[in-house]
DNA sequence: AGATAAGATGAGTCTCAACTCACTTTCAGC
DNA sequence: GCTGAAAGTGAGTTGAGACTCATCTTATCT
């Protein structure tokens, strides 16, 4: 009866890396590291087996990890979603209430023309039912920016939180287009942001 | 020297079908239909097979009349692109200066929700070469309706048709997302088209 | 240090879909 | 209706990529 401590039972609070081994630990941050390069060079298409090299490790290893690649794909996006949350957050305490939300959109915007990935993930699955969570946390921060806009005066009154989510996930979509250069992003989104203002 | 007539060398004003036999005219209209359905419903990633069933013919023909995959999705493209050039010309010359440019793109959007094809041709190839000239003459059709509703005083003076096209192609995308209904689209359209009126 | 289970490995399997080609069928001109 | 070329056929080839597993390695506990 004598044996190395079980696995804790305990929650974990931010991804499923407690209780595992030291180097399990970091090969996983590394292949997350190494798909998230990987996906946003190729888009979703790219092969688990890219992954695996650029981490560094055996194709066993990536499959251990994350049984299927949609598992991986999923675990990126829950980052990436995470992030933008943070990004949120970040502007509600600290930006201009009336500027916040522009910002925002605009970031997002600027980062999917260099990352594929979320991009190709929304096109080629649809949301998944793996990342809903993810999903639901960003849009409460972007009701929280929404809000404040409003009443800031920025933002017109009878907009709504999903109006503004199907415009951010419509503009990054756009922003994978061949002849979309910084200078059309900018004069696109200012037609979005005058319309998104009070009359 | 006696034998068939040889392929007429003119030029064809729609598609390559000149000089094709009875049989094979047909047979190149079925796939273009069968396979305007299968991707519709499937997406680009459905297969050739699939297509090939769906037009009652072999998988041998389908590859005779359209040598690689890309082949047969552009020529579907072109002609989507085609016959919205289509559209717009009708917009222009019978529609309300003041209102065609939203009518089209509503229209467009609201298609797009249904058919997956032209969305997903541009998310994973991006613009090809071989339909260069079809997105050129929509260019040009969006620019003349542009023009007329800014004369009409409907539409702000200072926008241009890459910004229209930009703003229409990720309405586009966007429309593929769950939680797309008619509400939200009609809705987010609102707010872009608020955008593109004059302050 | 020794024991042991967790973890890593990568050659191999399996599936799927694009594409080929030797052969058959059909159309069109005589 | 005969003939030759154009078109159609579909089993087979090929390649790519997701996933497996028997075996080896290593962290961790005692």
Redesign the pocket.
Known sequence: M??????EGGANPQGATR??????????ARILAAAEEVFAEKGP????????AR??????????????????LGAIMKDLLARLSEEVDALASDGDPATALFTFVSQTVEQAARKKTVIGLLTESGVDVRVADAVRLLHEGIEGLLSRAQQAGAVRGDARPDEVLALLTAACQGALHAGWDPDLQHRTLAIVFDGLRPR
């Open positions: 004598t044996g190395p401590k079980p696995p209780g595992l081994r030291a180097d399990a630990r970091r090969n996983r298409s790219a092969s688990t087996e890219e992954v695996a981490a560094g490790l055996a194709i066993g290893t990536v499959f251990k990890h994350f049984p299927t690649k949609q598992d991986l």
